[in-house]
Protein backbone atom coordinates (compact mmCIF):
# COMPACT_ATOMS: atom_id res chain seq x y z
CA UNK A 1 0.00 0.00 0.00
CA UNK A 2 1.21 3.36 -1.01
CA UNK A 3 2.03 5.93 2.41
CA UNK A 4 1.56 9.42 2.04
CA UNK A 5 2.50 12.06 4.83
CA UNK A 6 1.64 15.79 3.77
CA UNK A 7 3.59 18.11 5.89
CA UNK A 8 4.37 22.16 5.66
CA UNK A 9 0.85 23.26 6.23
CA UNK A 10 0.39 26.26 9.65
CA UNK A 11 -0.54 29.50 9.92
CA UNK A 12 -0.09 32.66 7.19
CA UNK A 13 -1.32 36.17 6.79
CA UNK A 14 -3.18 36.95 3.55
CA UNK A 15 -1.15 37.60 0.77
CA UNK A 16 1.56 35.24 2.28
CA UNK A 17 2.36 32.19 1.00
CA UNK A 18 3.60 28.27 2.09
CA UNK A 19 4.22 25.08 0.79
CA UNK A 20 3.12 21.53 1.71
CA UNK A 21 5.16 18.49 0.81
CA UNK A 22 3.75 14.79 0.08
CA UNK A 23 6.41 12.31 0.78
CA UNK A 24 5.21 9.23 -0.66
CA UNK A 25 6.64 5.68 -0.18
CA UNK A 26 6.52 5.01 -4.35
CA UNK A 27 6.15 6.94 -7.49
CA UNK A 28 2.97 7.03 -8.15
CA UNK A 29 1.84 8.47 -11.95
CA UNK A 30 -0.55 10.90 -10.62
CA UNK A 31 -0.76 13.05 -7.15
CA UNK A 32 -3.56 15.28 -6.53
CA UNK A 33 -4.06 17.83 -3.96
CA UNK A 34 -7.51 18.19 -2.44
CA UNK A 35 -8.55 20.70 0.31
CA UNK A 36 -11.85 20.62 3.07
CA UNK A 37 -12.96 23.53 4.59
CA UNK A 38 -15.17 22.70 8.21
CA UNK A 39 -18.54 22.09 6.89
CA UNK A 40 -17.58 21.54 3.09
CA UNK A 41 -17.30 18.70 0.90
CA UNK A 42 -13.52 18.17 0.15
CA UNK A 43 -12.63 19.46 -3.54
CA UNK A 44 -9.94 19.25 -6.32
CA UNK A 45 -7.15 21.66 -6.14
CA UNK A 46 -4.26 20.68 -8.87
CA UNK A 47 -2.81 17.28 -9.94
CA UNK A 48 0.34 16.34 -11.88
CA UNK A 49 0.51 13.20 -14.16
CA UNK A 50 3.52 11.63 -16.23
CA UNK A 51 5.60 8.41 -15.80
CA UNK A 52 9.45 8.21 -14.48
CA UNK A 53 10.68 9.14 -18.23
CA UNK A 54 8.11 11.54 -19.49
CA UNK A 55 7.08 15.39 -19.12
CA UNK A 56 4.52 16.14 -16.42
CA UNK A 57 1.97 17.53 -17.15
CA UNK A 58 -0.50 19.79 -14.41
CA UNK A 59 -3.99 20.76 -14.12
CA UNK A 60 -5.58 23.03 -11.50
CA UNK A 61 -9.13 24.61 -10.22
CA UNK A 62 -10.03 27.65 -11.84
CA UNK A 63 -9.75 28.89 -7.98
CA UNK A 64 -6.34 28.45 -7.45
CA UNK A 65 -4.69 29.23 -10.91
CA UNK A 66 -1.79 31.76 -11.27
CA UNK A 67 -1.67 31.44 -7.51
CA UNK A 68 -0.82 27.83 -6.52
CA UNK A 69 1.53 25.48 -8.38
CA UNK A 70 1.89 21.12 -8.35
CA UNK A 71 5.47 19.80 -8.52
CA UNK A 72 7.31 16.60 -7.91
CA UNK A 73 10.66 15.24 -7.18
CA UNK A 74 11.12 12.16 -8.47
CA UNK A 75 14.06 11.14 -6.51
CA UNK A 76 12.25 12.31 -3.10
CA UNK A 77 9.18 10.75 -4.23
CA UNK A 78 7.70 13.78 -3.32
CA UNK A 79 4.75 15.79 -4.72
CA UNK A 80 4.62 20.17 -3.86
CA UNK A 81 1.98 22.47 -3.91
CA UNK A 82 3.59 25.82 -4.00
CA UNK A 83 1.00 28.23 -2.37
CA UNK A 84 1.55 32.00 -3.15
CA UNK A 85 -0.80 34.95 -2.24
CA UNK A 86 -3.18 32.84 -0.04
CA UNK A 87 -6.56 33.90 0.61
CA UNK A 88 -8.49 33.41 3.80
CA UNK A 89 -10.98 31.44 1.78
CA UNK A 90 -7.93 29.04 0.92
CA UNK A 91 -8.29 27.89 4.95
CA UNK A 92 -8.80 24.28 4.89
CA UNK A 93 -6.97 20.96 5.57
CA UNK A 94 -5.16 19.70 2.77
CA UNK A 95 -4.68 16.31 1.28
CA UNK A 96 -2.46 14.88 -0.53
CA UNK A 97 -3.78 11.85 -3.13
CA UNK A 98 -2.44 9.17 -5.35
CA UNK A 99 -4.00 7.28 -8.15
CA UNK A 100 -2.93 5.88 -11.95
CA UNK A 101 -5.25 7.83 -13.82
CA UNK A 102 -4.11 11.24 -16.25
CA UNK A 103 -5.05 14.59 -14.13
CA UNK A 104 -7.92 13.59 -12.71
CA UNK A 105 -9.74 15.85 -11.09
CA UNK A 106 -12.36 13.54 -8.83
CA UNK A 107 -11.66 11.87 -5.29
CA UNK A 108 -12.32 8.56 -6.44
CA UNK A 109 -9.99 8.58 -9.26
CA UNK A 110 -7.47 8.25 -6.52
CA UNK A 111 -6.84 5.35 -4.50
CA UNK A 112 -3.75 7.15 -1.90
CA UNK A 113 -4.67 9.45 0.37
CA UNK A 114 -2.62 11.09 3.25
CA UNK A 115 -3.97 12.60 6.43
CA UNK A 116 -4.12 15.93 5.83
CA UNK A 117 -2.25 19.08 6.83
CA UNK A 118 -4.00 22.03 8.40
CA UNK A 119 -3.77 25.51 6.29
CA UNK A 120 -5.10 28.51 8.01
CA UNK A 121 -5.09 31.72 6.35
CA UNK A 122 -5.55 35.08 8.54
CA UNK A 123 -7.37 38.16 7.44
Known amino acids: QVQLVESGGGLVQAGGSLRLSCAAS?????MGWFRQAPGKEREFVAT???????????DSADSVKGRFAISRDNAKNTAYLQMNSLKPEDTAVYYC????????????????WGLGTQVTVSS
Open 26 to 30: IRTYT
Open 97 to 112: AAGVGHLPKVQSDYTY
Open 48 to 58: ISGDIRSTDYT
